[in-house]
């Protein structure tokens, strides 16, 4: 039998399923797009339960990737919603030709595919985003460490000279997991990396024309954190709502998440609540994903009408944490990934496509799925226990792509291979 999904801490809660094992499930507000809306009447939607690994309510591809017409294979890295397609960004896996492996690019949601990156251009590119308009990549330094961020905005061809240095960390490095945002004009980064009291990874990068220039700011001085041997940040969220930037940081006695109203200039800091990986910011509430227990989401509600309010510890609740971690686990076993589709392209119809990655804490390799309709509900989709997995994330869906599919992609720790399975997202079908 399927689980509910339940509030931390309390019990089992029964279930509606139909004949063939889907959820019933209840819907109790509305919202959604890029404007807060007001509650709708309360609906009721069936979502496709999972049944098994090798299905998770879902059609499996073969192995998840596209080929070009020149034969390379693609593993995809990025999917946005691009005017009324999709836009997808893939390095090269395999080719007839090394002449033929970089990135590329296909604005038509995978049906033609054009390279924009040569390999060997840039040292061990990765972590690729777009805004649109720009696609940054992330880059190795002479240190063999992720501190440079090159963007390109002439995305018709691979000239190298097409590429632009753009930021270079002043502090720790940049995550392959967490720790960027993409929101319209507005991208961020933040700094990730090994605690260095000296020089603590604590800055963020702010660019407000689509990722072309970028802005350092310091988002805790040394002097203010309470323990510098153990402080770096984690994830960063534009929240075009409120004008308002989130971030988050660890680890131990520096855990907390800060809002910024005047572009980081002066943070309010909300300390010993969140250490949050995955910070994602709706219409009528802020999601801060797993980096403490419980695990799961916790929630900041906003007041529309107050759209500047200051918020305290006293407003972070908890609001999702599965079946998944039975009360008497102590220690925390999954972490919240960052999809690697924008979440625009997620939330601007409604029901959403929202996906989740919880990624295991530990060396158990297990890794998790959870999607919602509305941002206050959640349900797992998908669940890998092999204890294989290492660095799972996801990539979609897209709310143009009339399939939804998405991309989870792993490295096997046994087999020492990068893996990619295609996936469906299950429908919200919306019952009157």
């Not at 309510?57 to 009324?84: C, M, S």
């Not at 990765?126 to 990549?137: K, P, R, T």
């Not at 799925?369 to 797992?380: H, N, R, T």
């Given at each position: 039998?399927?689980?509910?999904?339940?509030?931390?801490?309390?019990?089992?809660?029964?279930?509606?399923?139909?004949?063939?094992?889907?959820?019933?499930?209840?819907?109790?507000?509305?919202?959604?797009?890029?404007?807060?809306?007001?509650?709708?009447?309360?609906?009721?939607?069936?979502?496709?339960?999972?049944?098994?690994?090798?299905?998770?309510?879902?059609?499996?591809?073969?192995?998840?990737?596209?080929?070009?017409?020149?034969?390379?294979?693609?593993?995809?890295?990025?999917?946005?919603?691009?005017?009324?397609?999709?836009?997808?960004?893939?390095?090269a896996t395999t080719s007839t030709h090394s002449s033929l492996m970089g990135l590329y690019r296909s604005v038509d949601n995978g049906v033609t595919w054009k390279r924009i990156l040569r390999h060997g251009h840039l040292?061990?590119?990765?972590?690729?985003?777009?805004?649109?308009?720009?696609?940054?990549?992330?880059?190795?330094?002479?240190n063999d460490q992720y501190t440079e961020v090159w963007m390109s905005d002439t995305l018709d061809n691979d000239d190298d000279e097409n590429w632009t240095k753009v930021i270079t960390a002043s502090s720790g490095h940049f995550s392959p997991s967490y720790g960027k945002s993409v929101r319209r004009n507005v991208v961020l980064y933040t700094t990730y990396g090994d605690k260095d009291a000296l020089n603590p990874p604590r800055h963020l990068y702010i660019s407000r024309d689509f990722g072309r220039t970028f802005v350092?700011?310091?988002?805790?001085?040394?002097?203010?954190?309470?323990?510098?041997?153990?402080?770096?940040?984690?994830?960063?969220?534009?929240?075009?709502?409120?004008?308002?930037?989130?971030?988050?940081?660890?680890?131990?006695?520096?855990?907390?998440?800060?809002?910024?109203?005047?572009?980081?200039?002066?943070?309010?800091?909300?300390?010993?609540?969140?250490?949050?990986?995955?910070?994602?910011?709706?219409?009528?509430?802020?999601?801060?994903?797993t980096d403490d227990k419980p695990d799961g989401f916790k929630v900041i509600y906003k007041n529309n009408l107050l759209p500047k309010q200051i918020y305290t510890e006293d407003d972070v609740e908890v609001l999702y944490a599965p079946l998944l971690n039975e009360d008497d686990i102590s220690h925390l076993r999954y972490v919240a990934n960052n999809n690697q589709t924008r979440i625009d392209s997620q939330i601007d119809t409604y029901p959403y496509n929202l996906v989740a990655v919880f990624n295991g804490s530990d060396t158990t390799?297990?890794?998790?799925?959870?999607?919602?309709?509305?941002?206050?509900?959640?349900?797992?989709?998908?669940?890998?226990?092999?204890?294989?997995m290492l660095l799972a994330n996801i990539v979609g869906?897209?709310?143009?792509?009339?399939?939804?599919?998405?991309?989870?992609?792993?490295?096997?720790?046994?087999e020492q291979t990068n893996y990619t399975k295609q996936f469906n997202y299950p429908k919200w079908i919306v019952m009157k």
């Open positions: 039998m399927y689980k509910a999904v339940r509030p931390y801490g309390s019990k089992s809660l029964p279930i509606e399923q139909d004949e063939n094992g889907a959820l019933l499930v209840t819907v109790k507000g509305g919202g959604g797009g890029n404007e807060p809306s007001e509650p709708k009447e309360p609906t009721t939607v069936i979502y496709p339960s999972p049944a098994s690994f090798s299905k998770h309510g879902a059609t499996v591809a073969e192995e998840g990737v596209f080929t070009t017409a020149d034969g390379v294979k693609l593993r995809i890295n990025y999917a946005g919603n691009l005017g009324d397609s999709v836009e997808l960004l893939g390095f040292t061990a590119p990765s972590q690729v985003i777009s805004s649109g308009e720009v696609v940054l990549v992330t880059a190795r330094d002479d350092e700011k310091e988002v805790r001085a040394i002097a203010d954190m309470p323990d510098a041997n153990h402080f770096h940040l984690h994830d960063c969220e534009y929240d075009p709502f409120t004008d308002r930037i989130w971030v988050s940081n660890g680890d131990r006695d520096n855990s907390a998440i800060q809002f910024s109203d005047d572009w980081g200039e002066s943070w309010y800091v909300i300390s010993g609540k969140s250490q949050s990986t995955n910070i994602i910011a709706l219409p009528d509430r802020i999601l801060l994903g390799g297990v890794s998790t799925l959870v999607a919602s309709p509305d941002g206050k509900q959640f349900y797992p989709i998908a669940n890998d226990i092999s204890g294989m869906p897209c709310s143009n792509d009339p399939e939804k599919r998405m991309w989870w992609q792993w490295f096997d720790r046994t």
